[in-house]
T-cell receptor, first 116, second 109 residues
Framework: EAGVVQSPRYKIIEKKQPVAFWCNPI?????LYWYLQNLGQGPELLIR????????DSQLPKDRFSAERLKGVDSTLKIQPAELGDSAVYLC??????????????FGPGTRLTVL | EDKVVQSPLSLVVHEGDTVTLNCSYE??????LLWYKQEKKAPTFLFML????IEKKSGRLSSILDKKELFSILNITATQTGDSAIYLC?????????FGKGTKLTVNP
């Protein structure tokens, strides 16, 4: 069974440029998460989807970040414009059930973003 | 404010040693505590604990939860170089996970 797929694995951009990350969850997993992980920190939730609905986007900086999961399968996270402080690893995860507390999340390899 | 505190933040041991990693928490609406192993990029699931005092075990790894004292430990016996990784503790509250900063374990041959 294929795991969570993310692309690109690495991205280097200049500040003020836009950037997009793509995630394809495990087949059949209805719940999808985007996390941000800074160096030396644990992952922090940005947004959680149940199917195509964003059910928790309270931590998403909506002035520059946006996300979509149009058909309830793969998802895109966008930053426009990027700032130096956005340099981090962006992790995507998926789970079979809706509750993060009781369902194992499967993580993708992440995208390491460097903003110059 | 929800807190998940892991200690130590880093640890260096020799192969064959036994290590204990700690995770304490203060969260509202506690549901579960999870341990993940992070090598390079993707965290991989180790354990989910919901009840106090019941040890979960997988090979050389084991973990237990104390809901009264609000902490969990992850034990690794007879460590191997392949155990070198960051071990993340996460607490499930309502429908989200709150992660600690992780413990970076280095096992030297």
């Amino acid at each position: 069974e294929a795991g969570v797929v993310q692309s690109p694995r690495y991205k280097i951009i200049e500040k003020k440029q836009p950037v997009a990350f793509w995630c394809n969850p495990i087949s059949g997993h209805n719940t999808l998460y985007w996390y941000l992980q800074n160096l030396g920190q644990g992952p922090e939730l940005l947004i959680r989807y149940e199917n195509e609905e964003a059910v928790d986007d309270s931590q998403l900086p909506k002035d520059r970040f946006s996300a979509e999961r149009l058909k309830g399968v793969d998802s895109t996270l966008k930053i426009q414009p990027a700032e130096l402080g956005d340099s981090a690893v962006y992790l995507c995860a998926s789970s079979l059930g809706a509750s993060a507390s009781y369902n194992e999340q499967f993580f993708g390899p992440g995208t390491r973003l460097t903003v110059l | 404010e929800d807190k998940v505190v892991q200690s130590p933040l880093s640890l260096v041991v020799h192969e064959g040693d036994t290590v204990t990693l700690n995770c304490s928490y203060e969260v509202t609406n506690f549901r579960s505590l999870l341990w993940y192993k992070q090598e390079k990029k993707a965290p991989t699931f180790l354990f989910m604990l919901t009840s106090s005092g019941i040890e979960k075990k997988s090979g050389r790894l084991s973990s237990i939860l104390d809901k009264k004292e609000l902490f969990s430990i992850l034990n690794i016996t007879a460590t191997q170089t392949g155990d070198s990784a960051i071990y993340l503790c996460a607490v499930g509250r309502s429908e989200k996970l709150v992660f600690g900063k992780g413990t970076k374990l280095t096992v030297n041959p």
